[in-house]
């Protein structure tokens, strides 16, 4: 089974190129159980040299830090990273130089043992902001483990949330209640490396492609945030990547994007009923400071403003905390206001040149609300998907079941299937979307067309 393209592996941007030169090559290194990647301008073990001769701070002159990095997981590191033979020259016009301000912060990120290129960065070190916790603090999930649809009904309101992805026949959920506790889940679906995420303080889920460049990656939770947003981190190169739109933005990895594989969040009991045979990730995890079901952030996104680690100017079109539909294709990003969505049900738009509909179905609650989740109000959940099939181009309107297009009276539902009429059998294609809140959106994309 598919959920209507979550699969497809369309628009990857990696391209063959030449061989690069030495100095373009990550170097791997097994030493006692750890897995050593040194950049090297030469030979590996010069690279290795000058390290040792640093105490382990970056080099000035080296393009990449050396880093210590666990191969226990399934997430290990695979392969040989190389940038892109163009990545140093496209990606100069957006660096941003290391202020007198920000070599001080520098130095505090050094003594927590950070060897990450602070020197190599797209946004000022000011923005980002500590959250009180060290690094990975806010344990990822790196083997994770599930549960059948059966059992994982002993633990799981109905209601509750879950992100359903899918990837060579492969069907899972990863209920927020869990992703509220770990932020990053290290997985393996189908064969495809992926890191399922979730950031509370911005009600984010994102789906990433682990592969960077040739290598398979293990991500964390850095303990740092932007845009009032999960900052997560590489145990290859500690480069830091932002959450919401899987950019890297201080480190030797400056400049490349994450491929981000589309996903739905929906109810538990929506899940359950459409793939009684799919996989839930379970709670066999220890929670330090609370425990599943219940959340760390009750009411949070009922604020008037939002997280506190954010630095940055609200736009004052909608209120910080307000829900939106968002997505961003080829410089064109689009959020639509939720509360007109709920109100309207379906919503034909287009997003750069692709026609797209948003689509609003309730019986979703809040994991930002109550402390016990399955007493949190119900806020749905709102998704889009591209109205395309083949060569022809649809538009909807919302019905009792889901919604209609106009063009064959077709039935589809939730999950962008045909369910009755002349489409029937048919899939729309998944558009790569989220539920944020606006504050941590327009922060991220201030250029944003909003509908409301």
């Known amino acids: 089974m598919d959920l209507s393209g979550v699969n497809s592996r369309a628009g990857r941007s990696q391209t063959k190129s030449k061989r690069?030169?030495?100095?373009?090559?990550?170097?791997?290194?097994?030493?006692?159980g750890l897995a050593l990647w040194a950049c090297t301008e030469g030979p590996s073990e010069i690279g290795l040299e000058k390290r040792r001769a640093t105490g382990g701070q970056q080099p000035k002159d080296l393009p990449f830090t050396a880093v210590v990095s666990s191969t226990l997981s399934t997430a290990g590191a695979q392969g040989h990273l190389q940038l892109p033979l163009d990545l140093a020259v496209t990606r100069t016009r957006s660096l941003v130089p290391v202020t007198a301000r920000e070599t001080r912060l520098i130095e505090i990120w050094r003594s927590e043992h950070w060897t990450t290129n602070f020197h190599i960065k797209k946004v000022l070190l000011s923005e980002i902001h500590k959250v009180g916790t060290t690094r990975d603090a806010i344990e990822p999930i790196d083997k994770p483990r599930f549960w059948i649809t059966r059992t994982a009904r002993t633990f799981i309101d109905g209601r509750e949330p879950v992100i359903?992805?899918?990837?060579?026949?492969?069907?899972?959920?990863?209920?927020?209640?869990?992703?509220?506790?770990?932020e990053v889940v290290n997985d393996v679906v189908g064969g495809?490396?992926?890191?399922?995420?979730?950031?509370p303080r911005?009600?984010?889920?994102?789906?990433?492609?682990?592969?960077?460049?040739?290598?398979?990656?293990?991500?964390?939770?850095?303990?740092?945030?932007?845009n009032g947003g999960l900052l997560m981190w590489?145990?290859?190169?500690?480069t830091w990547w932002q959450q919401l739109n899987g950019e890297a933005v201080v480190g030797d990895l400056t400049g490349i994007r994450l491929e981000t594989r589309p996903s739905l969040l929906v109810s538990y009991s929506d899940f359950q009923r459409a793939f009684p045979d799919g996989r839930v990730l379970s709670t066999e995890w220890p929670v330090v400071h609370g425990s599943y079901g219940t959340t760390p952030y009750p009411g949070y996104d009922s604020?008037?403003?939002?997280?506190?680690?954010?630095?940055?100017?609200?736009?004052?079109?909608?209120p910080a905390t307000r829900r939106v539909l968002a997505m961003a294709?080829?410089?064109?990003?689009?959020?639509?206001?939720l509360d007109r969505l709920v109100q309207q049900r379906t919503i034909n738009i287009s997003l750069g040149d692709r026609p797209v509909v948003a689509v609003w179905f309730p019986g979703t609650v809040s994991v930002l609300d109550q402390t016990e989740i399955r007493h949190s109000r119900d806020t749905g959940t709102a998704m889009a998907y591209e109205r395309k099939v083949g060569e022809r181009t649809l538009s909807f309107d919302a019905t009792a079941e889901g919604f209609k297009d106009r063009e064959t009276g077709s039935t589809w539902n939730l999950w962008g299937h045909g369910i009755r009429g002349p489409m029937q059998g048919a899939r729309l294609s998944p558009m790569v979307h989220s539920n944020s809140l606006w504050f941590s959106w327009v922060g991220t994309y201030p250029e944003t067309r909003l509908l409301t």
């Open 329 to 337: 294709v080829d410089g064109d990003a689009l959020a639509v206001d």
């Open 202 to 226: 911005t009600n984010t889920w994102r789906v990433f492609d682990r592969r960077v460049v040739n290598a398979t990656v293990r991500f964390g939770v850095s303990g740092n945030v932007r």
């Open 164 to 182: 359903a992805f899918a990837a060579n026949g492969d069907v899972r959920a990863y209920p927020l209640q869990v992703l509220l506790w770990h």
């Open 303 to 318: 604020r008037q403003i939002p997280s506190m680690y954010f630095s940055g100017r609200l736009d004052a079109r909608l």
């Open 20 to 32: 690069p030169s030495r100095r373009q090559v990550l170097s791997f290194t097994a030493l006692s």
């Open 234 to 238: 590489d145990t290859l190169t500690q």
């Open 192 to 199: 495809e490396p992926v890191a399922v995420t979730y950031c």
